[in-house]
């Protein structure tokens, strides 16, 4: 082999190991690209259901606050309630439940405790009264003292907006009505655009909302709340370690993507948590400092505060 032929052979070995290393390059810059566009598509989305669901939550709770106001000023309702009519009383919250249902959709109960915070009526009981609230319900006392509305997140034999009005009579306190809503309306909502949800509340709370002592659990940390869930991503998110969770958040899980938000009461006490979820099948690789990556003991899921 000449000289010329050699230097030629050389040149074909530089070409193609250049070319090699072009390709390799543009690979890893389409990948790098791809992943970035698809992190960032999914924070966005993550950003997407936490204001959706604080916005529908809030609507709830105001929706709750103004039936309640609306129901403590109801002529028909207060003239039965001071005549300590109870058959009239619970005929009346009834065909007002049943109008509320037919004209908005919305299915809710009603409480109404009397003057010493004892239970006076039950729309979904008539048998029960006189149940003392005042030791677990301490949204009631406040509306006693202050005499004001209070709408809340609550906790009592079962996790609700619970939105309380106080009823008065010449300036004195004479009882309160309460109207009661689940998260179901606010599942719906959010199903429709396509994120599944999650209420977690804390099992110490257990001893006060014994109607979910039997619903399934999460980590042995959270009890969860509502009845209707999507049970493949609620296995994905059985798996992470929730124990580092701040007031808010994300976090990835298998192919799951996971943003929530603490519950808290009228008292700004954590109760739990609302967890948004939807599937993202891009994991997410998150390597800045400000977050936290994937968790030696639990490979597969990734968190960010």
């Given at each position: 082999m000449n000289l010329f032929d050699k230097v030629i052979g050389?040149?074909?070995?530089?070409?193609?190991?250049?070319?090699?290393?072009?390709?390799?390059?543009?690979?890893?810059?389409?990948?790098?690209?791809?992943?970035?566009?698809?992190k960032k598509q999914a924070l966005q989305s993550l950003d997407n259901a936490l204001f959706l669901t604080r916005n529908l939550l809030e609507e709830e709770e105001h929706h709750a606050l103004s039936l309640s106001l609306l129901l403590s000023q109801d002529k028909t309702f207060l003239e039965a309630f001071y005549t300590h009519d109870?058959?009239?009383?619970?005929?009346?919250i009834h065909q007002k439940i049943a109008s509320l249902k037919k004209l908005q959709g919305c299915s809710v109960e009603v409480q109404v405790h009397d003057a010493s915070l004892h239970t006076y009526l039950r729309s979904w009981d008539y048998a029960v009264q006189g149940v003392p609230l005042a030791s677990f319900r301490q949204g009631l006392v406040r509306v006693k003292k202050s005499q004001k509305p209070l709408v809340s997140i609550e906790v009592g034999k079962r996790l609700n907006i619970k939105a309380i009005s106080p009823i008065l009579k010449n300036g004195k306190f004479q009882g309160s009505i309460e109207v009661i809503e689940n998260f179901e309306h606010l599942r719906k909502k959010l199903s429709e655009h396509g994120y599944a949800l999650f209420i977690l509340l804390n099992k110490?709370?257990?001893?006060?909302?014994?109607?979910?002592?039997?619903?399934?659990?999460?980590?042995?940390?959270?009890?969860?709340?509502?009845?209707?869930?999507?049970k493949h991503s609620f296995a994905s998110l059985k798996k992470f370690d929730m124990s580092n969770l701040k007031s808010s958040g994300y976090f990835t899980q298998d192919n799951h993507a996971f943003a929530y938000f603490s519950i808290k009461n009228f008292e700004n006490i954590d109760l739990g948590y609302f967890v948004i979820v939807f599937e993202n099948s891009t994991p997410l690789m998150l390597k800045t400092k400000d977050e936290i990556t994937r968790n030696k003991a639990n490979s597969s899921g990734v968190i960010i505060q």
């Amino acid at each position: 082999m000449n000289l010329f032929d050699k230097v030629i052979g050389r040149i074909d070995k530089i070409v193609f190991v250049f070319m090699i290393g072009v390709l390799s390059f543009s690979f890893y810059f389409i990948y790098t690209l791809n992943q970035s566009y698809s992190k960032k598509q999914a924070l966005q989305s993550l950003d997407n259901a936490l204001f959706l669901t604080r916005n529908l939550l809030e609507e709830e709770e105001h929706h709750a606050l103004s039936l309640s106001l609306l129901l403590s000023q109801d002529k028909t309702f207060l003239e039965a309630f001071y005549t300590h009519d109870r058959k009239k009383t619970f005929e009346i919250i009834h065909q007002k439940i049943a109008s509320l249902k037919k004209l908005q959709g919305c299915s809710v109960e009603v409480q109404v405790h009397d003057a010493s915070l004892h239970t006076y009526l039950r729309s979904w009981d008539y048998a029960v009264q006189g149940v003392p609230l005042a030791s677990f319900r301490q949204g009631l006392v406040r509306v006693k003292k202050s005499q004001k509305p209070l709408v809340s997140i609550e906790v009592g034999k079962r996790l609700n907006i619970k939105a309380i009005s106080p009823i008065l009579k010449n300036g004195k306190f004479q009882g309160s009505i309460e109207v009661i809503e689940n998260f179901e309306h606010l599942r719906k909502k959010l199903s429709e655009h396509g994120y599944a949800l999650f209420i977690l509340l804390n099992k110490k709370y257990l001893n006060i909302a014994t109607t979910l002592k039997h619903n399934p659990v999460v980590l042995q940390r959270y009890v969860l709340v509502n009845e209707d869930y999507d049970k493949h991503s609620f296995a994905s998110l059985k798996k992470f370690d929730m124990s580092n969770l701040k007031s808010s958040g994300y976090f990835t899980q298998d192919n799951h993507a996971f943003a929530y938000f603490s519950i808290k009461n009228f008292e700004n006490i954590d109760l739990g948590y609302f967890v948004i979820v939807f599937e993202n099948s891009t994991p997410l690789m998150l390597k800045t400092k400000d977050e936290i990556t994937r968790n030696k003991a639990n490979s597969s899921g990734v968190i960010i505060q």
